[in-house]
């Protein structure tokens, strides 16, 4: 869509503000406020609105907020003063109140909302296509490096069992031409588009990306990447593993999202969506989403992502203290494991679990090594799987390898509440490498994104009392015990559900732990 007002275009499909010929230089979140006070001008926006909209939700100071808008009217000739097109309404809200005229660009007819076009039916998880980039640098020989940017993308999407990616051959029957993302989504039979651009200046190069909801034409999320153009394929490497590392967990989220509106759906996908999007790392969570992964596998015997899932809850169940028959639960979450795996042999992060899992309880630590090697080859951008390589290898007697694993977890999903997992298990790898401040430092970091994690206390203690900070410790085992009362460590220590290496279990002892 394209709206025109005054002698701007503001074109929502391309992500680009113009003013007559010029292309306006315009940030990705100033971009989304514009967009937003566009769609919505019959109403009066308020600041919890834009909050929503434009940050998720996320604490916004008044200060941050009033720079974004400033900032949004200087890019189209507004300013607080004049208040021409965004007017604020004190105590209520913003509006913006320019004469706007909708479009549709050059999209030809065919491409409007109401084509005729048969939609293909949705494939049963995430779909995307990849949309060939934009080469807005007048030079085509870049068209190699746009294009080269969205096979690397593909591709990286691709590994992902869980999500259904269109073939670049198809996508590319869009290059050249204006397409209305709608209709792509019909012709191509998937729910979500990644489009782009790729501009090249002075030797350095921008390349912009924006994924949309083809069902709504809704933008979930947008950014911006710049590099030196000297190096173009590491700047593609860089690029790659960036917009993957947001996109694939966006996809996901989103699913489970539109999964918790269809209460009564059945369906074993639908099912596993909502044990997936539950606080395993609760009893009360981790035994949900057992029921509900069994209950998938009960109506479809073949689903990999149930048998994953329910794996995971068994192996996850003995680590934790949770399972009156430690024995029975390893034995059912390793056949559930290789049952996932008998399904569909490259499902990578149940073949990365069944590694950490047999480096957890077996001491045939080159099988296990194997295992999560192997997984992080056929998929180097899952981050989940780098988090189980990482503890796996924590288990085989290699901190150094572990902590170089979880890091590799952390940059590839740098925002995921769920990196109290990861910070946790680095907790312990520092405390393997008598890294003792490092492991305080990484514990609390895990403590404060999840202060009922046992996990993150564990190595905290642990850390501490090797420091000698007896009263800290103290404090620390206190607040473990509150959450895990019955904690014992020669129990944990014996079923194989304590994690780490002999200089972490000799710490909870100084700590002063229940033996």
């Known amino acids: 869509m394209r709206y025109l007002f005054e002698d701007y275009a503001f074109d929502t499909v391309r992500r680009e503000l113009h003013r007559?010929?010029?292309?306006?230089?315009?940030?990705?979140q100033v971009f989304d406020l514009l967009d937003y006070l566009i769609r919505n001008r019959e109403r009066v926006v308020s600041k919890g609105d834009l909050i929503d909209a434009i940050w998720n939700g996320r604490s916004v100071s008044d200060a941050a907020l009033t720079t974004r808008l400033n900032v949004a009217r200087s890019a189209i000739g507004d300013t607080g003063g004049d208040q021409r097109l965004i007017k604020t309404l004190p105590r209520r809200g913003f509006r913006f109140i320019g004469s706007v005229v909708e479009t549709l660009g050059s999209a030809s007819a065919a491409t409007a909302d109401n084509s005729t076009?048969?939609?293909?039916?949705l494939p049963n998880k995430p779909s995307i296509a990849v949309l060939p980039f934009t080469n807005l640098s007048g030079d085509l020989e870049q068209d190699y490096f746009a294009d080269g940017m969205v096979d690397e993308i593909t591709t990286a999407l691709s590994r992902f069992k869980s999500l259904f990616v269109i073939a670049r051959n198809s996508s590319f029957t869009?290059?050249?031409?204006?397409?209305?993302?709608?209709?792509?989504?019909?012709?191509?039979?998937v729910r979500y588009v990644l489009e782009g651009s790729v501009r090249k200046a002075a030797g350095k190069v921008r390349i912009t990306g924006q994924l949309i909801d083809a069902m709504t034409g809704a933008n979930l999320w947008a950014d911006r990447f710049e590099g030196d153009l000297s190096d173009v394929f590491a700047l593609q490497d860089e690029v790659t593993v960036n917009v993957v590392s947001v996109i694939q967990p966006k996809l996901l989220q989103t699913e489970i999202d539109l999964a918790s509106r269809r209460p009564n759906s059945l369906s074993a996908y639908d099912l596993c969506l909502r044990a997936q999007h539950l606080p395993s790392w609760t009893r009360d969570g981790s035994a949900e989403s057992l029921r509900l992964a069994s209950r998938a596998l009960e109506i479809d015997p073949r689903c990999c992502f149930a048998a994953t899932l329910a794996g995971g809850c068994h192996i996850r169940n003995v680590r934790q203290g949770w399972a009156t028959d430690p024995t029975s639960e390893i034995a059912e979450g390793f056949r559930l494991l290789r049952l996932a795996l008998s399904i569909d042999g490259n499902a990578t992060l149940a073949l990365?679990?069944?590694?950490?899992?047999?480096?957890?309880?077996?001491?045939?630590?080159?099988?296990?090594?194997?295992?999560?090697?192997?997984?992080?080859?056929?998929?180097?951008?899952?981050?989940?799987?780098?988090?189980?390589?990482?503890?796996?290898y924590l288990m085989a007697g290699q901190p150094e390898e572990a902590i170089r694993s979880f890091e590799r977890r952390i940059r590839l999903s740098p925002l995921d509440p769920l990196l109290f997992s990861t910070f946790g298990g680095m907790s312990v790898a520092f405390i393997g490498l008598g890294r003792f401040e490092?492991?305080?430092?990484?514990?609390?970091?895990?403590v404060r994104q999840n202060p009922l994690y046992p996990f993150a206390y564990r190595g905290?203690?642990?850390?501490l009392a090797h420091l000698g900070r007896d009263v800290e410790a103290k404090e620390t085992v206190a607040g473990l015990l509150e959450l895990e009362p019955d904690f014992r460590i020669s129990e944990r220590v014996a079923r194989g559900g304590l994690l780490g290496p002999q200089l972490y279990i000799d710490g909870l002892r100084k700590a002063g732990l229940p033996e």
């Open 20 to 28: 007559g010929a010029d292309v306006i230089s315009v940030a990705p």
């Open 117 to 121: 076009t048969p939609a293909l039916a």
């Open 174 to 189: 869009y290059k050249g031409r204006a397409v209305d993302i709608k209709l792509v989504g019909r012709e191509l039979g």
């Open 352 to 392: 990365s679990m069944l590694g950490n899992a047999t480096a957890s309880f077996s001491d045939d630590y080159d099988t296990a090594r194997g295992m999560v090697d192997r997984a992080v080859a056929l998929n180097p951008n899952s981050s989940p799987i780098w988090e189980q390589r990482g503890l796996a």
């Open 438 to 446: 490092e492991a305080v430092s990484t514990a609390r970091k895990a």
């Open 460 to 463: 905290l203690a642990s850390a």
